[in-house]
């Protein structure tokens, strides 16, 4: 995902996300759900993992698979084997 896009995919996701989390809601508290609904209903666990992965904060784990620290030098040089 390119920086240049971010904002954009976001605003979409966002408008996704808010009217699912809406059914959510309703079906929570026992409301009948029409076929909207029950889209919103399946989509928001997708949307929210898309969210917490790619736009929140604390989302860095795929950025960080293979390790967050910066590498730190031994006293001769090298750089540690991971």
Same mark, same amino acid.
């Given at each position: 995902?390119?920086?240049?896009?971010?904002? %954009?995919?976001?605003?979409?996701?966002?408008? /996704?996300?808010?009217?699912?989390?809406?059914?959510?809601?309703? /079906?929570?508290?026992?409301? +009948?759900?029409?076929?909207?609904?029950?889209?919103?209903? %399946? +989509?928001?666990?997708?949307?929210?993992?898309?969210?917490?992965?790619?736009?929140?904060?604390?989302?860095? /784990?795929?950025? $960080?698979a293979?390790? $967050?620290?910066?590498?730190?030098?031994?006293?001769?040089?090298?750089?540690?084997?991971?």
């Amino acid at each position: 995902m390119t920086p240049r896009f971010k904002p %954009i995919l976001l605003f979409f996701l966002l408008l /996704a996300l808010f009217p699912a989390l809406g059914s959510v809601v309703r /079906a929570w508290q026992g409301e +009948a759900l029409n076929v909207l609904d029950g889209l919103g209903l %399946i +989509a928001f666990p997708v949307l929210l993992v898309l969210w917490w992965r790619y736009f929140s904060r604390f989302g860095g /784990a795929a950025r $960080c698979a293979g390790g $967050c620290l910066p590498a730190v030098e031994n006293p001769n040089g090298s750089k540690p084997k991971t």
